[in-house]
């Protein structure tokens, strides 16, 4: 649920940002924009949060002893501070490439995030695992060639 709509919040990020656009004065550059944006996320998520979760929530922080709360405050904040300077970055590409490279680019940092969290996991590798990392990277490699062609007129 908490997945599906953090997707929802990501994906609604270009029409937010229009609508601040359209707002009269000032406009915002990418950077506020993206913080403004991160900000009403925040403030809309939580509250689903514990609504749908307060309750197990609160049952399995109670089991921690205070050095297990500590650390999993420490571990959920470091979390959402590296998220946060993901996604900027990534906002920060985006601005900066085409639509279409943007969106090519894209898969890599997802599958480069995800075996990433695998390998901190633990979690092995298999064919299908491997296979799609390839695919990924190769997508890419020959998405840079064909960018690289003389374009036909």
Same mark, same amino acid.
């Given at each position: +649920?908490? +997945?599906?709509?953090? *997707?929802?919040?990501?994906? @609604?990020?270009?029409?937010?940002? #229009?609508?601040?656009?359209?707002?009269?004065?000032?406009?915002? *550059?990418?950077?506020?924009?993206?913080?403004?944006? /991160?900000? &009403?996320? &925040?403030?809309?998520?939580?509250?689903?949060?514990?609504?749908?979760?307060?309750? #197990?929530?609160?049952?399995?922080?109670? *089991?921690? $002893?205070? $050095?297990?709360?500590?650390?999993?405050? &420490?571990?959920?904040? @470091?979390?959402? &501070?590296?998220?946060?300077?993901?996604?900027?970055? #990534?906002? *920060?590409? /985006?601005?900066? /490439? @085409?639509?279409?490279?943007?969106?090519?680019?894209?898969?890599?940092?997802?599958?480069?995030?995800?075996?990433? +969290?695998? #390998?901190?996991?633990?979690?092995?590798?298999?064919?299908?695992?491997?296979?799609?990392?390839?695919?990924?990277?190769?997508?890419?490699?020959?998405?840079?060639?064909?960018?690289?062609?003389?374009?036909?007129?």
């Amino acid at each position: +649920c908490l +997945c599906a709509l953090s *997707n929802f919040g990501f994906c @609604s990020r270009p029409f937010l940002a #229009q609508r601040l656009a359209k707002v009269p004065g000032e406009r915002l *550059n990418s950077v506020s924009t993206f913080f403004n944006v /991160m900000c &009403i996320g &925040i403030v809309v998520l939580v509250p689903v949060c514990l609504v749908t979760e307060g309750g #197990q929530m609160t049952s399995t922080l109670r *089991n921690f $002893d205070r $050095d297990a709360l500590l650390s999993f405050i &420490i571990k959920m904040t @470091s979390s959402g &501070i590296s998220f946060f300077f993901y996604q900027l970055s #990534q906002l *920060n590409l /985006m601005v900066r /490439m @085409s639509a279409l490279a943007f969106s090519v680019i894209t898969p890599i940092s997802k599958a480069f995030v995800i075996v990433s +969290c695998a #390998q901190i996991l633990g979690t092995p590798f298999r064919f299908l695992n491997l296979t799609g990392v390839f695919v990924a990277v190769a997508g890419v490699g020959l998405f840079t060639l064909a960018q690289r062609r003389p374009k036909i007129v």
